[in-house]
């Protein structure tokens, strides 16, 4: 894969052989299906690691193309793995990550978002929906953002309005600002009218 800033088109063919990736999964059998999905695609497996800090380890020195981590790991887990590695800056800090579990629920898709990570698959998984989620993030052209704790790949996917009430009070105040603004315009060409 090449840099994460690189759009791709969608007609455009991706050649995932020499992808640099790392696989980080306590679960020697876990880790093994998802290197061997991975091999199905042309993806060699560089480092498979069963901890987080064995993977900090790499991290803080060989520069990886793809991290797939698992989110419950004892110890450090995958979600305090991928905050470090976003803060950890060169060589790995924007490297796309997919984070993988067993049973995934709300608030661990949450975690893996506001972690940093770039998408979360659910264990078992198929080879083809882990190849979808690794062209999906090849695709992605989301910028990263530091906002407060958070750096990663900005949590908004859809363009174009949020779904229900607006709540952002900026968005509030100048939609206010506009209501008053057009309102005295209004009252203004009454009375030049009158």
């Known amino acids: 894969m090449s840099s994460v800033g690189e759009a791709l088109r969608e007609t ?24 061997s999905a991975l091999l199905g695609f042309g993806i060699r497996t560089r480092h ?4 987080a800090p064995e993977a900090m380890a790499i991290l803080g020195e060989a520069e990886i193309d793809l991290l797939v981590v698992d989110c419950e790991m004892p110890g450090m887990d995958g979600f305090e793995l991928v905050q470090w590695l976003r803060r950890s800056g060169p060589p790995n800090a924007f490297v796309p990550v997919i984070m993988t579990a067993a049973h995934i629920r709300r608030s661990m898709v949450n975690k893996a978002r506001n972690c940093g990570s770039n998408f ?27 906002v407060g704790e958070y750096f990663g790949p900005d949590r908004r996917f859809r363009d174009g309005d949020a779904p229900g009430e607006e ?14 603004k057009a309102l005295a315009a209004t009252n203004a060409a009454a009375v030049a009218a009158q």
Not at 48 to 51: G, K, L, N, T, V
């Open 120 to 146: 979360i698959v659910t264990k078992p998984f198929s080879a083809a929906s882990l190849l979808e989620r690794i062209v999906w993030v090849a695709r992605d052209t989301r910028p990263f953002l530091e």
């Open 48 to 51: 498979s690691c069963r901890s």
């Open 167 to 180: 709540r952002r009070s900026d968005v509030l105040r100048r939609a206010e600002f506009e209501a008053r």
């Open 12 to 35: 455009a063919i991706i050649n995932l052989a020499g992808a640099v990736t790392m696989v980080v999964d306590d679960s020697p059998f876990s880790a093994e299906i998802t290197t």
